[in-house]
């Protein structure tokens, strides 16, 4: 029986460690789901996560596997702990993976595959050195919007991609247009405006390219009816019929991730509780600066499960 005001919500790429599965000891379906994402990409996702170096686990061809293979498996170490079944699930960029995993609409050996393709795809989209992303803090996201469609030119092009909070944004696109609008953004009363250390220019327009090749990958996958609402990024409402999840996963490596819009609708339909099923605390942190009244729990080891699963009680 599900939950009704429970939500779960899994991670994007940047919360990966070294280390990061040490906390579940030996727990059984940790470990299954890390090898079924191992052998479905032919990686050592254990060894990788447990000895590094951090610089092959950041790649982002491992990056994205090993943070799904992580997260469905702590999802599946919480149900197998007896845990309910929440009523609605949403994930961040790649996230909505393992939500849709988590939902069942997909195996977990099948989507390991599909990401590690999406992971090839957005990179290839444009070239090491030649894009960038940087988050913008303490200006509203329609400021950025603003500064952002005043400055972008085809040749030089930066857009608002991430709206992870009222007042935190991420903007991408040509990495000296991107770094020219930190400077406007600062100008514009933006507290910071800090350039990430990411490979390519995410969810901004220039990934067209990765859009296109995803559709074409994901016009090969089956998908099956999702058991519970999966909340898409690409428009922060749930779509449960496979055309419209192959769309929404397509379109969304080149269109805003809408994850303020997201966890605002959820709380409307009723959604008080919200779990971030994960490594890292970062959901956690947006969840509370978007919804200050809203619950908000952790699993990212044996002992917050175990916490979590108290509090649901």
Request: proline share 6%; with cysteine.
């Amino acid at each position: 029986m599900n939950r009704q005001d429970l939500a779960f919500l899994f991670p994007g790429q940047g919360s990966q460690a070294v280390g990061m599965l040490a906390g579940f000891g030996a727990n059984r379906a940790v470990a299954e789901a890390v090898a079924a994402a191992s052998g479905a990409i032919g990686l050592d996702i254990a060894g990788l996560v447990a000895e590094g170096p951090a610089e092959t686990l950041n790649l982002t061809v491992n990056t994205q596997p090993v943070m799904l293979a992580c997260a469905v498996g702590f999802f599946q170490a919480y149900r197998a702990a007896g845990g309910p079944m929440p009523s609605a699930m949403a994930g961040h960029s790649l996230g909505e993976y393992s939500a849709l995993v988590a939902a069942g609409a997909l195996p977990l050996s099948e989507a390991a595959s599909l990401v590690r393709f999406r992971a090839e795809a957005m990179q290839q989209a444009v070239p090491v050195g030649q894009g960038g992303m940087a988050a913008v803090l303490g200006l509203a996201s329609q400021k950025v919007e603003e500064v952002c469609r005043g400055l972008s030119r085809p040749q030089a092009v930066v857009e608002a991609v991430n709206f992870n909070a009222p007042d935190q944004t991420v903007i991408a696109g040509h990495l000296a247009a991107v770094e020219a609008a930190c400077g406007a953004l600062k100008a514009a009363g933006a507290k910071r405006a800090l350039m990430l250390p990411v490979s390519a220019p995410f969810h901004s327009s220039l990934l067209a390219p990765a859009a296109q090749a995803l559709s074409d990958r994901l016009a090969q996958v089956v998908f099956s009816q999702v058991q519970v609402p999966v909340w898409h990024n690409l428009n922060a409402q749930p779509c449960g019929d496979a055309p419209a999840i192959r769309q929404a996963l397509a379109a969304q490596a080149k269109s805003p991730v809408l994850w303020t819009q997201t966890i605002e609708g959820l709380a409307k339909v009723g959604i008080s509780t919200f779990v971030e099923c994960g490594p890292g605390k970062v959901l956690a942190g947006l969840v509370k600066r978007i919804s200050p009244e809203a619950r908000v729990l952790n699993i990212f080891d044996q002992a917050s499960l175990d916490a979590c699963r108290e509090a649901l009680q």
